[in-house]
Structures are given as C-alpha cells and as structure tokens.
C-alpha cells in the first residue's frame, strides 16, 4: 500500500482510560503531522515531527497528550486519562518533507469516542 | 495567530460553475492549499499557492491575491462527486504547518 495508514479506524475507550493511534506515513516521506477533527470543523493541528523529532508540539492541547516517532517511520499518538471531550477524529499526514509547498497526504483517521 | 473565513455551505447544479471562497488574516503568508474531502474520509490535495494569480488543474482552478488576503477555488463542469467539504489552509511566518478553516460543503445536486 502506498497510502498513510492509521490503526485502529474506529476506538471506543471509557474516560480516564489510555489510548494509542498509530500511523504508517508513505515510505520515504520525512516530516509526519497530526491533526484532530470534529464534525463540521477543519483539522485542528497538534503536532509535527521532522524525521524523529518533534519540530513542533504546539497544537498539544494539554500534558495528557504525547507522540512519538522513535525510528523516524511509525509514529504513536499517546492519550492519557481520556475526556469525552477528546472524542474526535484523528488525522495522520505525511510529506516529502516539511518545507516548501509539499502537499500533505492524509490517512483515513481514527474515529476516537470516548464514553 | 490566523483567521480563516468560509462559507459554511454551498449548493450547486450538476454541469455548473462554483466559486467557493476563503479570506484570511495573517502575517507572513508563506502559500494557501485547498483540499477536498468526502464525508468520512481523509481530505486529498488539490491545489497550493503561493504567488499571485491563477492556477488551473482540469476542472478546478485557485486563485490567491496576497493583498487581498483572498482566494477562491473555482469548479468548472460540476459533477453529483464534487459534493465534498473544500478546506481551505493558510500557512505563515516560519512555520511549516497549514492552519484549516472550516470547511464550505458543497452539495451538487442534479
């Protein structure tokens, strides 16, 4: 497959429970995103990794929320003592790299509810 | 930070024109992207500018004008499939990361 893909597609977790989402960006693409999405909104951006690094965590909505991407490949989108607040649809994008006008290319996200 | 503006809803006639809009605020425009996506799916790319003007692909074309702070998608030909949210995205300053506005749902009816 040549695509971004994510697991799980669908994750239903009760609050104060952990959640991992994992991401398999295009082979070859260096700068990985993560973007959180709620219906009838726009993908709200919470992190970057360039390579292995996290070249920019801004969008981290608060210390429950941590990523990773240890070999500059996969990377895992951590959540701890979740929120019902926190339910949404989760996106993973990969480019080329992260400069310049390289499009980003999307996976097809985790439905995250939290009950 | 940036403000991006867009029609919430659009509706439109199989075989005709739409133009779909998006104004910002930002400092340091550093290029716009417009994206497609399908409920319950991932948005996928359709275009990115960064200069001033037009840029057309098939049946869609963009345009930008960096004074302004405006641009537009403009679909040509309209088919019942181009009913889809179209994202607008900004990006500024030194960062590499687009901000999304809402999104404008188009519906295309027959």
């Known amino acids: 497959g040549a695509g971004v893909s994510q697991t799980p597609s669908n994750k239903v977790t009760e609050k104060g429970k952990y959640v991992e989402l994992r991401c398999d960006p295009i082979?070859?693409?260096?700068?990985l995103y993560w973007y959180r999405q709620s219906l009838g909104q726009g993908p709200e951006f919470l992190i970057y990794?360039?390579?292995?690094?996290?070249?920019?965590d801004s969008g981290l909505p608060n210390d429950r929320f941590f990523a990773v991407r240890p070999e500059g490949s996969v990377s895992t989108l951590k959540i701890q003592r979740t929120e019902r607040g926190d339910s949404a649809v989760y996106l993973c994008?990969?480019?080329?790299?992260?400069?310049?006008?390289?499009?980003?290319?999307f996976g097809p996200g985790t439905r995250l509810t939290v009950l | 930070g940036q403000n991006i503006d867009q029609p919430t809803e659009m509706t439109a006639t199989e075989g005709a024109i739409v133009q779909i809009n998006c104004t910002y605020q930002t400092s340091g425009f550093n290029g716009l992207f417009w994206y497609q996506q399908h409920a319950g799916e991932a948005p996928t790319f359709l275009s990115y500018?960064?200069?001033?003007g037009l840029e057309e692909k098939g049946r869609f074309s963009s345009f930008l004008s960096r004074s302004k702070g405006y641009s537009y998608l403009l679909l040509k030909e309209l088919q019942m499939k181009d009913s889809a949210s179209y994202l607008c995205?900004?990006?500024?300053?030194?960062?590499?990361?687009?901000?999304f506005g809402r999104g404008t749902s188009l519906i295309v009816h027959p």
């Open positions: 082979s070859g693409h260096t700068a």
């Open positions: 500018n960064v200069l001033d």
């Open positions: 995205a900004v990006r500024s300053g030194g960062s590499y990361i687009p901000t």
């Open positions: 990794f360039q390579g292995t690094g996290a070249a920019d």
């Open positions: 994008a990969s480019s080329v790299s992260g400069t310049s006008g390289n499009e980003q290319f």
